[in-house]
């Protein structure tokens, strides 16, 4: 158990759609990166937040948006779905480790219909 | 051009087997970070190992050891007497600089089967 938590874990809508993906850091992470990995694909990072601000932006659609919460949850939203975004989104925190590693939720898997 | 390069997309390897899971690199900041991940089939991401740029020893885990060659921009991943929970696919991923809030460079990934 990494301590990273995301909901919800298994996602299907129809395209058009808008969804909120949540993710809670470990305990005392003040950054949290969002990615999505589409199928047998690598990792596409998104976006990165620290202590509640927009620090880093990756490949993030329009249609896509994210936030930073006081008590350091994130949500990521995807709106007007299309086929193409169903993908496993991850959620990855990090704090004061040495190594500096992610750590990561388990992930919110997508279907768009 | 690719900062993190893995030119294996898929190995088989025979249970039992030592396995060696490529990776090279390309940066120009002298302090930097290389991590490996695994990805089972479950989906989750499960981190192996981590080998810091000043680091004088090769970083080992367990089974799992990096063969770092750093005038060769190389840090390879060895698993040794690998058994069939170790197919998945894995990744590479270098962090450059030693600020906090830094981003995750990744390779595209190998995926590994055993085959028993």
């Known amino acids: 158990d990494s301590g990273v938590t995301q909901t919800p874990k298994h996602l299907i809508t129809a395209t058009g759609q808008r969804v909120t993906l949540r993710c809670s850091p470990r305990?005392?992470?003040?950054?949290v990166y969002w990615y999505q990995q589409s199928l047998d694909q690598g990792l596409q990072f998104l976006i990165q937040?620290?202590?509640?601000?927009?620090?880093a932006k990756g490949n993030i659609l329009e249609r896509f948006s994210a936030q930073q919460f006081p008590d350091l949850h994130s949500e990521l939203n995807l709106s007007s779905l299309e086929l193409g975004d169903s993908a496993l989104y991850f959620c990855?925190?990090?704090?004061?480790?040495?190594?500096?590693?992610?750590?990561f939720g388990e992930g919110s898997r997508l279907t768009v219909l | 051009a690719q900062k993190i390069t893995q030119t294996q997309p898929g190995m088989f390897v025979q249970e039992k087997e030592a396995v060696t899971l490529d990776c090279t690199y390309d940066?120009?900041?002298?302090?930097?970070?290389l991590f490996w991940y695994k990805q089972p089939s479950s989906g989750e991401m499960i981190f192996l190992i981590y080998?810091?740029?000043?680091d004088q020893q090769n970083a080992t885990e367990g089974r799992y050891s990096l063969n770092f060659q750093k005038a060769r921009k190389s840090a390879n991943l060895v698993i040794s007497a690998s058994q069939l929970g170790d197919s998945a696919m894995y990744f590479c991923?270098?962090?450059?600089?030693?600020?906090?809030?830094?981003?995750?460079?990744w390779g595209a990934g190998t995926k590994l089967i055993i085959k028993p």
């Open positions: 990855a925190s990090t704090g004061l480790a040495p190594t500096g590693e992610l750590f």
């Open positions: 305990s005392g992470d003040l950054s």
């Open positions: 937040y620290y202590n509640g601000e927009e620090r």
């Open positions: 940066t120009s900041d002298p302090s930097y970070g």
């Open positions: 080998q810091g740029s000043y």
């Open positions: 991923a270098m962090r450059e600089g030693m600020d906090s809030n830094y981003q995750l460079i």
